[in-house]
């Protein structure tokens, strides 16, 4: 009779082993008719030509976790969301410093959530690219010392945009010439690091930062397939390149992420997934360890679902990067985010500009109706049309030449990178599987010919242009600009004007809307106090109904 009872008791740990290894094993499916279904879209860069990535198992990105995960139980999870879910970092290490859970669980938590949706072919949104292996070892570190200060970036489980070097894992801007590129850490994961932030993993992203085929989906990449928007999956778009940065936070996969900027890569998808995203002054944080465009433009930035863990994410990462001597100008300032006046009534008496060929948007005129009843100065502006001629040109140009010298840094004699052309006869080899939808934007940069002296000129017409369009800013008219999404963001980046983006609402079918608001150089102190008190009016960001 014994010998029958630990027989049971055997197939019954079997039998829930095996269904755990159902849980966790990941196959392809066959998109045959959602690609079909597909082609009627209106919108013709959401005409996919392929969803699921053709290098990625996510069966082997989860094989580190495979233990503790099996430990971890739905129970739990459901126990853990009303204290993780839409909750920030202040509320999160509260929580933990109450013994409600600890580092090592908020983590485990990010991690059956990703596994939860990812391995989920009709939910699945594509968003990662690959989990820090040790990421657990590292929250149990974290464990050993709780912190008191509820402001801390300490344990806080972060997604990096995969264009960023981390040492745990490779940096492959989703490109498959990348697939192996190990690295060391980038200087702005040091920082964060040595503030005790995890790296979780790495976000997909659009191909070489969507400056690599012209008119293709914002978001995919040939590492990571097409990133999906949890607000409309399928049916609208992700924004880009900061892709999978903006989808993640969105749908609740970690504290925050970091994306990369040179033209609204992370206005774009923050505003387009409904998170708050700052595009920061270049030189504000480093870029060295980023896999660049341009060196004139490129910035990393951090993307949250609220404006507060948009300023502790900053703040971790800011610092002197000798590597990156644009970041001489962090020396002269007070790099303190921590300390804005977290204001619900800053906005009183505060001078803000109103674009007037904006206010034809429902949901923008009603955002200023309500900046008008919390007693801001209105002045409306209406800026002549920018000329952007030569703005291709400069990032062509730069592109050419900084991302030779981005693969010359990594001192790595395995690495065979040495041109943008080198990259484009490497992907013709196999142009179904790497370039789907083409390289059309980098078999311009093999072309060019622009000259040091032209590539001057370019660049000081199209700030002085910028600045033009901006003017009631130069001239102290106002403090700040507000714009829907990325509208302005070609011209902000041109200016070197930072931005930043909160949710402004959703339109009538669902699609997340934004409000960016634009200020001078070296004014993130004032966007973020800005931004958190149209947070604190408005209030209407939501998680995602499906991912609830």
Not at 428 to 433: A, G, I, N, Q
């Amino acid at each position: 009779m014994k010998k029958l009872f630990f027989l049971f008791v055997f197939i019954v740990i079997l039998v829930a082993c095996k269904k755990e290894s159902i849980k966790i094993s990941f196959k392809k499916y066959n998109e045959t008719s959602e690609i079909k279904e597909q082609q009627s879209h209106e919108n013709p860069r959401m005409k996919f030509k392929l969803i699921q990535s053709k290098y990625l198992d996510l069966g082997k990105v989860f094989k580190p976790f495979e233990k503790e995960l099996a430990s971890f139980s739905e129970k739990e999870y459901q126990r853990l969301k009303p204290f993780i879910l839409e909750q920030n970092i202040p509320s999160i290490q509260k929580s933990i410093s109450e013994n409600i859970f600890n580092y090592e669980k908020l983590t485990l938590f990010y991690l059956y959530r990703i596994r939860k949706f990812e391995m989920d072919s009709s939910r699945s949104l594509n968003a990662i690219i690959s989990l820090n292996p040790k990421v657990l070892d590292e929250a149990r570190t974290r464990d050993k010392n709780k912190v008191k200060d509820f402001s801390s970036v300490y344990g806080m489980p972060i997604l990096l945009k995969d264009n960023i070097n981390t040492k745990e894992m490779p940096t492959t801007a989703g490109a498959s010439i990348l697939k192996n590129n190990i690295t060391k850490d980038a200087f702005i994961v040091e920082r964060l690091k040595e503030s005790g932030a995890l790296i979780l993993g790495k976000a997909n992203l659009s191909e070489w930062a969507y400056f690599f085929c012209n008119g293709c989906p914002l978001g995919y990449s040939a590492i990571g397939g097409q990133t999906l928007n949890p607000y409309g999956r399928k049916k609208f778009e992700t924004g880009g390149s900061s892709s999978g940065s903006g989808v993640s936070i969105a749908a609740n996969y970690a504290v925050a992420a970091i994306g990369t900027e040179t033209s609204g890569s992370i206005t774009s998808p923050s505003s387009q997934n409904s998170v708050v995203g700052l595009k920061p002054t270049v030189g504000l944080l480093s870029r060295s360890g980023i896999i660049p465009i341009s060196s004139t433009l490129d910035t990393p930035g951090p993307m949250t679902k609220s404006v507060i863990d948009n300023a502790l994410i900053l703040e971790a990462m800011v610092g002197y990067d000798k590597l990156d001597t644009i970041t001489n100008m962090v020396k002269s300032m007070k790099n303190d985010y921590n300390t804005i006046e977290w204001n619900s009534d800053y906005l009183k008496g505060k001078k803000i500009g109103v674009l007037t060929a904006l206010l034809s948007d429902s949901i923008y005129k009603e955002a200023i109706s309500k900046l008008k009843l919390a007693e801001v100065e209105l002045l409306e502006l209406a800026p002549e049309e920018m000329n952007y001629e030569g703005f291709l040109n400069l990032l062509t140009t730069e592109m050419k030449h900084d991302l030779p010298n981005y693969f010359k840094s990594l001192n790595n004699s395995s690495n065979t990178i040495t041109s943008v052309e080198k990259i484009v006869n490497f992907n013709k080899k196999d142009s179904l599987l790497r370039i789907p939808y083409g390289q059309e934007l980098f078999m311009g940069i093999v072309k060019d010919t622009t000259s040091k002296e032209e590539l001057k000129t370019i660049k000081l017409k199209l700030r002085k242009e910028g600045e033009k369009y901006f003017e009631a800013l130069k001239q102290d008219k106002v403090e700040v600009i507000v714009s829907i999404n990325n509208y302005h963001s070609g011209i902000a980046a041109v200016s070197n004007y930072p931005t930043l983006t909160v949710p402004m609402g959703y339109k009538v079918t669902g699609e997340p809307i934004s409000l960016t608001f634009i200020a001078k150089p070296k004014s993130e102190k004032k966007l973020l106090a800005f931004g958190y008190a149209f947070e604190q009016l408005t209030k209407v960001r939501k998680n995602p109904e499906v991912y609830n």
